[in-house]
């Protein structure tokens, strides 16, 4: 690879200085978590409603 006498501007240098910038990555990204979050719960109680309730049986009945 053939050397260059370019010197590095503090500007080339930098990272990051095009997209979106990562507050805004993180951000949304959480935003999506509790959404998906809530949704599941939703759901799980939703799904609780409908499940029957199975009581065991008596065991205080006098043995014979």
């Given at each position: 690879?053939?050397?260059?006498?370019?010197?590095?501007?503090p500007q080339d240098?930098?990272?990051?200085?095009?997209?979106?910038p990562v507050l805004m990555?993180?951000?949304?990204g959480l935003l999506l978590a509790a959404l998906v979050w809530?949704?599941?719960e939703v759901y799980g109680l939703m799904l609780?409603?409908?499940?029957?309730i199975e009581m065991p049986a008596?065991?205080?009945e006098p043995a014979s």
């Amino acid at each position: 690879m053939p050397e260059t006498n370019r010197k590095t501007t503090p500007q080339d240098a930098r990272q990051g200085r095009r997209g979106f910038p990562v507050l805004m990555v993180l951000v949304f990204g959480l935003l999506l978590a509790a959404l998906v979050w809530w949704g599941v719960e939703v759901y799980g109680l939703m799904l609780d409603d409908q499940q029957a309730i199975e009581m065991p049986a008596a065991q205080d009945e006098p043995a014979s």
